[in-house]
């Protein structure tokens, strides 16, 4: 009797091993295939479409403002914006015409997540009537924000605009540790946005802040 539980141990462990290597060989080829589709550069966005900036990294407003100064017609929303930032405070050190582009751009206050962003975005291109949407977020961030993007708003064409972060753009930058733990954490958000499960499981709670409406700037 105590030689068949042991045989039986061993077969379960074997096969708990060639579960969990069977699931990581999958994650990691997942992880590559991520990687494969992040979007590449883009190219001339059409003219008149609405613009949507998702705050969180670096060059993102930048690249938003250059868009919207080079189509007078183009309305923006950088979505969530934090309740004490004012429009100057966006644009200072950007070089731009900050005062003729500021009557053309919304601050969304209430967003806190991507899942927020979304919902923002959404609400404010529905009051615009907008039905084309450049997204800008950083390249790794895009699959996840398009996701939540579509099912807010299923109707409107969204144009992903990423903007590839400065360290990417060194020599062998993507394959840095820094660069892949990363990516590999937005793949884990990714994944968990695909499964409808929530927004981060692994961030911490954030603590409430005043929610208020987006408003023109500043």
């Not at 950083?138 to 579509?150: C, K, N, V």
């Amino acid at each position: 009797m105590p030689g068949l539980r042991h045989q039986a141990l061993r077969r379960a462990l074997r096969l708990a091993g060639a579960t969990l290597a069977a699931a990581g060989l999958l994650w990691v080829g997942g992880f590559g295939l991520f990687l494969a589709s992040l979007p590449p550069q883009p190219g001339d966005p059409p003219r008149g479409a609405g613009i949507v900036v998702l705050t969180g990294g670096a060059g993102r407003v930048d690249e938003g403002l250059r868009l919207l100064e080079a189509d007078p017609s183009a309305r923006l929303l950088v979505s969530g914006v934090h309740h004490t930032t004012a429009y100057a405070d966006l644009v200072r050190g950007e070089g731009r015409a900050s005062e003729t582009l500021a009557g053309r751009v919304t601050l969304g206050r209430s967003a806190r997540s991507t899942r927020g962003n979304a919902e923002e975005t959404a609400a404010w291109a529905r009051t615009q009537g907008i039905d084309t949407l450049i997204v800008v977020t950083s390249s790794y961030h895009m699959p996840r924000a398009l996701l939540l993007l579509r099912r807010a708003l299923p109707e409107a064409s969204l144009l992903p605009h990423p903007v590839t972060p400065r360290a990417w753009r060194e020599p062998g930058g993507r394959l840095s540790p820094a660069s892949l733990r990363l990516a590999a954490q937005e793949y884990m958000k990714w994944l968990a946005a695909l499964a409808g499960v929530t927004e981060d499981p692994f961030a911490p709670t954030p603590q409430a802040e005043p929610r208020t409406a987006a408003r023109t700037a500043p």
